[in-house]
Each structure stands twice: as C-alpha cells, then as structure tokens.
C-alpha cells in the first residue's frame, strides 16, 4: 500500500549511495529526484534521476549539509519522502525535525530517537536498560569535579578512555594509561568536545587494548516488528576508518551472534527505531560491547545483503512508506560469506587523495561478484567530496570462497586516469593475518607503518 499517486522520493546525497538509493527507488515503482551541488553537475548516477535540481556550490555546508536549500527543493519538485543515505545530514535530528515541520517523510527513524542515541552517554544508558553489553564505565557523563573523575577511572580501571558524549568521526577521545595523566586528558577532552560538537559532556571507559569492530545490522517497521540481520566484522580499519567488510564474523559461534542480535531487535523495540540502524560493538576475549549506534544505513550494508538476500535500501524506504516489513526472524537465513572492499580515488603508496578524469574502466563479473561504484568513462571526480569511488563485493559459499573471489576481482578490476587503492586491497587479502581472520582494529595501522601486527 504507497497511496494513490506515485510517490517521489528525493535523494539527499551523492556518489554510490545515490546510485543505490535510485535504483533501490525505481524497483518500488517510485519517482525519483536527485539534487546535486554545482561540483557534481555531471555525476553519472544523476541521469537514473527523474529529476534533479541543483542546490548549491561545491562546498557540502552550502549544498548537501544545506537543509533550508533541500527542504525548497523536496517542496519545488513535490518530493514527498527524503533519503538522506549515509553522512552529510543522515543523522542530524534537526534535518529529521524539518522535514517533519515542513510535512515531509524521513527514510529514518524519528529525530527524537536519533537525538538520544546520538549522544553517546544516552545510548549507553538506552543499551544497558534493554540487556545489550556496554564497555565497562558509568552510563553518566563526568560531572566537572577532579575528585569525582579520578575516582571512576580508578574504578573503571586502567587504561580508560576519556570520550565525548557528542563525539564523532573518530575524533574527541583521549586514552588515559596513568593517574597522574587524568586531569589534563579530561580538560583537553572537555575543550575539544566544546568546539567541535558544542556539547562539553564527556565520559569515561575501560580502554580495550586489542578489539574487533563487530557490528549487528537492524531493521525496523513501524507495526511492531524488529530484525537483526546478521554480523558484520569491520575491523580492517585505518585510522578509524573502515577498509574491507565481512559477513559474518569470522571465528565467533552463530548462537552468540544470534544472542547479541536478539538483543539488539529488543532494544528497536523499545526505542521504537524505525527504520535501517547499526549498533556497533568491541570484540575482545570473548566479550561483546557496545560503542554506539548509528541510525541509517551503512557504507559496508551490502555485505548482508548478499548474506541474507535482502535489499535492504529498498526494506528501509518500504519501511518509511508505512508498510510492514512483511517477515519475520525466522524467515531470515544467512548463506554463505561475503566480503566488501571500499576502493577509494588515492595513491595506493602514499595514500594521498587523487582524483582525477576517469579515462578507462573495466569492471570485473561472474558469480558472486557485484560492484557498487558511480564512475564512468569520461568523469572527472570533484576533489571535494569522500574519496569513495567503488565498493567491491563478493560472496561464496564459505569465506575461502569469497576472499578467492575478491582476489580475482581486484586482479580484473581497473579503473584508470585516477589513484585508485586497488593494489593496497590486492596485498590486504594476501596478508596472512587477515586472510586466517579476526584481526584486530589496530592491526592495518601498524601494518602501513611497518611496525609488527601481533
Ligand atoms: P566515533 O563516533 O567517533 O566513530 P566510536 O565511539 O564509534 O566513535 O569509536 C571510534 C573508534 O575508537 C572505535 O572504532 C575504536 O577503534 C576506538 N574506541 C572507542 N572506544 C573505545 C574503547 N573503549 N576501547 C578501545 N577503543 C575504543
């Protein structure tokens, strides 16, 4: 049931996400309007729009972060739904609320929820309520008072990481490994929180020394129903950004993924999440706990899909629509193993961004093999924006099968008159580490600086 008319969905992004979106759009039957900034007039993935609408400069703040620039355009071209994909304002709660003022819907939950589960303090207090594990450390933010925040690293136990409530993007933390080292960490902490989220409120929690970034997809309708969907492993990152994913897990038993993942549904339910989400754990010795939630869909989300044949951008705008999802737990299997490589527009040696005009490209195919990726021939990509140009992925029948897969189609692929980081990947499914599974955050790091990974 969508109503009477066709209904038409806006596209607030750009790059591969939009690419997915509008195709996701176009299988429900929906209108589609794309805006884009001057910088991303010619952007491949605008001719699968029925509309675009230019809304801005190159610089994100006055295009794509602009939200009173596509509340116009949403109203000017009678979009009545908005997919924000993933960055830019896909988890501003006031982008959330205008939309809602202006009549518009949201492919996402409601602002009210994401507010509260973006600020970290809130999440963790939201997540300890349902039964999900939290790192160990007060749900409650430092109250300002030396004495006090001495005492819960002391009772926390070292080393503690000192973390922003409205942290992001890696940034706004500070590892403590020593007493006497608390009090400047906390103020240059609190300072920092100040000026890049406007919120001072910071935390304290145990500092994991060797984890694995191990996230459960959801999936929410508004009727009452919540699924998990699965684990990804997202470890292989560097400098906290995500480089290959898989699905599952590797080496950690179903039934504690399965436990982890009930868990996460129950907590949809009581936050009354709508919607695609990710709640997003540390995997050490055994123990899952729980970092933070993001509340839209992800980067790496193609990995389960290809392990649960579902499409999930097309369940999410469904789920917006009103409609229910129409299945339930048990009518989701996991088959196989899938692996997901973000190649980006840099040098693969000095890993510096290079974009460029895009003079050849061959893309590789065959069983099990899917590309996510906007270039074309001719296309000169914008310095910008994310380096983000293709989203490799393949999927087997065990992981040896995806990752032979993967090695084959980074050997095919090829994507000339830019930097492309094809043959760093190439190497990362060759190191023996990764290649046995289960690395931890810190080892692609270590490996790029040539320093020892165990
Ligand atoms: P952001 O919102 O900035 O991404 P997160 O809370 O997700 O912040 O943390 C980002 C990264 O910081 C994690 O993926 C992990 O590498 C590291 N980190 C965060 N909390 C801890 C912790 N308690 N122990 C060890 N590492 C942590």
Redesign the pocket.
Known sequence: MTGPAPRTLLVANRGEIALRILRAARRLGLRTVCVHSVADADGPWLSMADRTICIGPAPARDSYLDIAAILRAALATGADLVHPGYGFLSESPAFAEALAEAGLTLVGPTAEVMRRMGD?VEAKRAMIEAGVPC?P?PDRPLSGDPVEAAEVAAETGYPV?V?AAG???????R?VRRAEDLPEAVMLCRQEAERFFGNPAIYI?????K?R?VEIQVMADGHGTALWLGARDCSL?RR?QKVIEESPAPGIAPQDIADLGTRCAQACRMLGYTGAGTF?F?YEDGGF?F??MNTRIQVEHPVSEEVTGLDLVTMQISVALGDPLGITQEDVRFAGHAIECRITAEDAETLRPAPGRITALHLPGGPGVRVDSHLAPGYRIPASYDSLIAKLVTHGATRQEALDRMRAALDEYRIEGCGSTIPLLRRLVDDPAFAAGGVS?HHLDRLLAGEPTT
């Open positions: 970290k790192v450390g990481i973390k942290g992001g993007g890696g940034r706004g933390m590892v929690e145990k500092f994991l020394e984890p970034h990152q906290h997003e540390l706990y970092i933070e955050i």
